[in-house]
Nanobody
Framework: QVQLVESGGGLVPAGGSLTLSCTAS????????MGWYRQAPGKQRELVARIRSGRDPDYRDSVMGRFTVSRDNAKNTVYLEMNRLKPEDTGVYYC?????????WGQGTQVTVSS
């Protein structure tokens, strides 16, 4: 059972930046995806970004050019650098890992962007 520990959420004004991190308790093979989803109040959970070796990272259109996903395989950690944040980026951000076909989720970290 992979445990995911997230950190880095908080309150930031519009235009500001935050970096989220998520560390897995076990080795995540580099070709297995790691990434981030988010859920705003009253909305469905949506993919923000994911990364796996051998492929370009995937981003939802609304964060393209503002967010950067990266991973440190030696540390089993995935990061989400968020710049030029907008109020519509507000939500609970969940770390996601699919390790050999099994999905794992973090507990979520709140990101609030004030206007």
């Amino acid at each position: 059972q992979v445990q995911l520990v997230e950190s880095g959420g908080g309150l930031v004004p519009a235009g500001g930046s935050l970096t989220l991190s998520c560390t897995a308790s076990e080795t995540i093979f580099s070709s297995n995806p790691m990434g981030w989803y988010r859920q705003a109040p009253g909305k469905q959970r949506e993919l923000v970004a994911r990364i796996r070796s051998g492929r370009d990272p995937d981003y939802r259109d609304s964060v393209m050019g503002r967010f950067t996903v990266s991973r440190d395989n030696a540390k089993n950690t995935v990061y989400l650098e968020m710049n030029r944040l907008k109020p519509e980026d507000t939500g609970v951000y969940y770390c996601y890992v699919r390790n050999w076909g099994t999905e794992y989720w973090g507990q979520g970290t709140q990101v609030t962007v004030s206007s």
